[in-house]
């Protein structure tokens, strides 16, 4: 997940916190995250144009601009204000018309989580 900085407003680690994340690690699941490796964050279209390469799949989310959105789907095209994005219901069905999301928008880019995963499994499958 990344997440711009200007929206990050706290940074605390509860009791649950530290639970959950004593679980994670005795599940094995802090082993398969790539804490060691170097994106450029430079901006939105670095990032998710980074991202995009390894997941096909991922999710954006817009709570910046008026039109709030979250779209899970993949990159069709990177444009220098904002990025083309095909798109799909929780059902799996393809949107009719692509998302045009700004970069100015975008606050939050999800890659790899279970939820994304399952999805593209699915897709993976039934040959994007």
């Not at 959950?20 to 998710?48: C, M, Y």
């Not at 990159?75 to 799909?88: A, E, L, N």
């Not at 929780?90 to 995963?117: F, H, P, S």
């Amino acid at each position: 997940m990344v997440l711009r900085t200007k929206d990050v407003t706290e940074v605390r680690c509860s009791a649950t916190d530290e639970f959950q994340n004593h679980l994670l690690a005795r599940e094995g699941l802090l082993e398969k995250v790539p804490f060691g490796a170097l994106f450029d964050l430079t901006n939105w279209r670095s990032v998710i144009a980074q991202l995009s390469m390894e997941y096909p799949i991922m999710v954006l989310e817009c709570e910046a601009g008026r039109n709030k959105d979250f779209v899970i789907g993949r990159v069709i095209k990177d444009g220098s204000k904002g990025v083309q994005f095909q798109h799909f219901s929780g059902v799996a069905i393809w949107a009719e018309r692509y998302a045009k999301l700004k970069y100015k928008d975008i606050t939050c880019c999800q890659v790899g989580t279970n939820y994304v995963n399952v999805y593209q499994r699915h897709f993976e499958r039934s040959a994007l």
